[in-house]
């Protein structure tokens, strides 16, 4: 069955700080995966995804097929990063494609 | 405009009442999803479509039931709402990977509070 982790539920860091957001996954195919966010009162969206290699407000995110990870990075965090962030992986075979397996979530907070 | 609606945004109900949570998309998409979510917390898929006439239960059990009579509405229906079900739905739809790259929109979310 596959799998998304996101060890870490808080993440607080400085303005100007470097920020990783941590994501594993288990799946035995070749995987697809996304980061989507939540601002505060507003809806979840898509942040970005690893087949589109692009740079979203700053972040990237690398897939490890090795590691398994999709880890979620900026060099300079921004206050108004400050949101609930999802790593989720599609789900690409037979009756269940499309859907999604989300992790636990990490709320980031950036201070000033 | 191309876009996801849930209605209504906040419900608060007693124990018992039948309720049902609208969901409709003007994007065009044939997936549907709902979702279950308390506050900070992880998202649960209770139950997603992939067309007209085609429901299916999610990961996570839910006493809820969906219909997909037209493509672009979803509703979610609790015949007998409990404080158990006090979260919030998320609804999300997605359309073909070669139109929108295997990409959930999800709508505003209706947070139900049962008394």
């Known amino acids: 069955a596959q799998r998304v982790t996101q060890p870490e539920k808080l993440l607080s860091v400085f303005k100007g700080a470097p920020v990783e957001l941590k994501c594993n996954y288990s799946?035995?195919?070749?995987?697809?995966l996304f980061w989507y966010v939540q601002y505060s009162r507003q809806r979840l969206q898509l942040l970005l995804r690893?087949?589109s290699r692009e740079s979203i407000k700053g972040f990237t995110a690398d897939l490890n097929k090795g590691e398994t990870s999709f880890h979620l990075k900026k060099p300079f965090a921004q206050e108004e990063d400050s949101a609930m962030y999802y790593c989720?992986?599609?789900?690409?075979?037979?009756?269940?494609?499309?859907?999604?397996?989300f992790g636990q979530g990490t709320i980031l907070t950036v201070h000033p | 405009e191309a876009d996801i609606y849930q209605t209504p945004r906040y419900l608060v109900i007693g124990t018992g009442k039948k309720i049902t949570l609208e969901c409709s998309q003007t994007?065009?998409?044939?997936?549907m999803y709902w979702y279950q979510q308390d506050p900070g917390m992880e998202l649960h898929l209770i139950h997603y479509?992939?067309?007209?006439?085609?429901?299916e239960k999610g990961d996570l059990s839910s006493e809820s039931t969906v219909s997909r009579i037209r493509t672009e509405h979803f509703p979610l229906t609790l015949e007998s709402a409990r404080p158990s079900h006090t979260s919030q739905y998320l609804c999300?739809?997605?359309?073909?990977?070669?139109?929108?790259?295997?990409?959930?929109?999800f709508g505003a979310g209706t947070r139900l509070s049962v008394l």
């Open positions: 690893h087949i």
């Open positions: 999300a739809s997605s359309g073909s990977k070669q139109v929108s790259g295997n990409i959930q929109y």
């Open positions: 799946y035995s195919g070749s995987p697809e």
């Open positions: 994007m065009g998409h044939d997936k």
């Open positions: 479509s992939y067309g007209v006439n085609s429901t």
């Open positions: 989720a992986l599609l789900n690409a075979g037979g009756t269940s494609y499309g859907k999604l397996t």
